[in-house]
């Protein structure tokens, strides 16, 4: 019969035993090697039942339908823009969806987005061959003012950001600034530049201990603590 | 490349004496670590940590034939390799201009300073001299390599030791307490300008974003022995004078590191 390894909650590395048997499906990040199920990234496990999965603790970003990303315009071609989207794959930003102005036939392109602008867009489609499609159409979409641009990691986004942007509201009530997550894990910081260093430092800690429980708590006491220093 | 977004905003901060990480224009990140005798099977070795920034030194030693110019000189190569390990803007395959660069701005730094005391190094003039090979492999880059690959690069000078010799071959599973030849120790400051800015130890986005940069090379007694000027922006003298003094002053910093 079937026999489990590993714990709920245990950190795993790629190439892991975790269960024995056909009775466990390999699950998100994990892989059947004939009579072993085994991990494939670096996360925490997850037992649904039979079927075990991965949460990844690290890992690049792979484009999926319907996420808000936050990309780079890297090249204007005939037909839209090419936009970076911090993952292996570049994405397509075709000229009908990329606002609801009309674009007239020749005109110059980079006068709504020029290379080097960020922009926040949603992912419509991903085909098998990970072609990437983006929309500009919508609510929240928008290019970017100037601002500080991080890195995060991917897999700490909704750590970032907390149960309904709880998380990231907090940063942003108490240091006064804007800050867009993008899933892929760029994040547009618009503060002072007294409370950005602030608000960088608080997401590297949410990243930092994304795993532990008490995150809230803690980083509210750590924004008390900067944001009091800084306001004397 | 090209992050147009970043480099205005290290501007914004700059014009208000400002930086990415909250330093002082002119400050080094901390710790600046250095180790020496970091590589058991090189004749000398080091490891530099700045910040994030790390990099690995390692120094061999042959005996050549000497260049027909310098008959009773040894021989002194200083060879770079980004390692795509290091950065993810790094690709492997043959240098590129960045790793030449490097490596020749630290060779020049080794050379011009006369660091090595290299007549020392002839074992028999024109036939027979010793050969130092430095190589500088970025573990790490976090922005400053120039820096801390100079200051790796001395480091592991100063580490190194001879290897056996008897007069034919060189045994490199033997090790001598012979320490190579040197004189006055260099050190290595580059100071970029970013608007009209001057910083030192910039993090990768300030490299970036840098519109000149100078490495200040002067010796502990004072003495100036290398420049190297980079970047597309022009420098007035004003500039450079400037730019020195702050190498000198920053110099101080890291030769401390050094012990």
């Known amino acids: 019969m079937g026999k489990l390894i590993v714990k709920e909650k245990e950190v795993v590395v790629p190439g892991e035993d975790l269960a024995e048997g056909m009775d466990y499906l390999p699950g998100d990040g994990c892989y059947r090697d004939k009579e072993k199920v085994r991990a494939g990234r670096l996360g925490l496990v997850k037992i649904g039942g039979r079927l075990i999965k991965l949460l990844p603790l690290s890992g690049k970003y792979l484009p999926k339908k319907n996420d808000i990303i936050i990309g780079k315009v890297i090249e204007i071609a005939m037909m839209g823009w090419r936009i970076d989207t911090n993952s292996a794959y570049s994405a397509m930003l075709p000229l009908r969806d990329a606002t609801s102005e009309y674009i007239a036939r020749g005109a110059n392109l980079s006068q709504y987005y020029s290379i080097g602008d960020y922009v926040v867009a949603k992912v419509t489609n991903v085909t098998s061959q990970n072609l990437v499609d983006l929309t500009m159409k919508g609510p929240g979409l928008f290019k970017l003012k100037p601002g500080r641009i991080i890195k995060v990691q991917p897999s700490k986004v909704p750590r970032i950001i907390g149960k309904s942007g709880s998380m990231v509201g907090m940063i942003k009530d108490a240091t006064n600034s804007k800050i867009m997550v993008g899933q892929n894990g760029i994040a547009w910081i618009d503060a002072s530049p007294e409370m950005e260093l602030v608000v960088v430092d608080a997401i590297r800690m949410i990243e930092k201990y994304s795993h532990i429980d008490g995150l809230t708590d803690k980083v509210k006491e750590f924004l008390d603590k900067a944001v009091k220093k800084d306001g004397k | ?259």
Request: hydrophobic share 35%; proline share 5%; aromatic share 4%.
């Open chain 2, 1 to 259: 490349m090209n992050d147009r977004m970043i480099k205005e905003h290290v501007e914004t901060l700059l014009k208000k004496d400002r930086r990415l990480d909250g330093r002082k224009l002119t400050e080094y990140r901390k710790p600046i670590s250095v180790e020496s005798g970091f590589i058991e099977t090189a004749e000398g070795s080091a490891r530099v940590i700045i910040g994030d920034t790390e990099v690995l030194v390692g120094v061999k030693m042959g005996v050549e034939t000497p260049y027909p110019d310098t008959p009773n000189k040894g021989n002194l190569m200083v060879n770079a390799e980004l390692t795509p390990l290091s950065s993810p803007e790094f690709e492997s395959g043959p240098p590129g201009i960045q790793s030449i660069e490097l490596a020749r701005v630290i060779d020049r730094a080794i050379r011009e300073s006369k660091f090595i005391d290299s007549e020392k190094l002839c074992i028999e003039e024109g036939e027979k001299v010793w050969s130092v090979m430095v190589d500088i492999s970025p573990v790490n880059d976090a922005g400053n390599l120039f820096d801390a690959g100079a200051l790796g690069a001395i480091a592991a000078l100063k580490s190194a030791r001879f290897p056996g010799y008897d007069g034919e071959r060189v045994d490199y599973k033997k090790h001598t307490d012979k320490k190579l030849p040197l004189r006055k120790t260099p050190i290595s400051v580059t100071v970029h300008k970013i608007g009209d800015k001057l910083i030192v130890d910039p993090i990768s986005d300030e490299e970036k974003s840098s519109d000149a940069r100078l490495t200040v090379v002067h010796r502990e007694d004072g003495k100036m022995c290398a420049l190297q000027k980079g970047g597309t922006m022009p420098l007035s003298s004003d500039d450079i004078a400037k730019m020195i003094d702050l190498g000198i002053e920053k110099g101080k910093e890291l030769a401390k590191a050094l012990e």
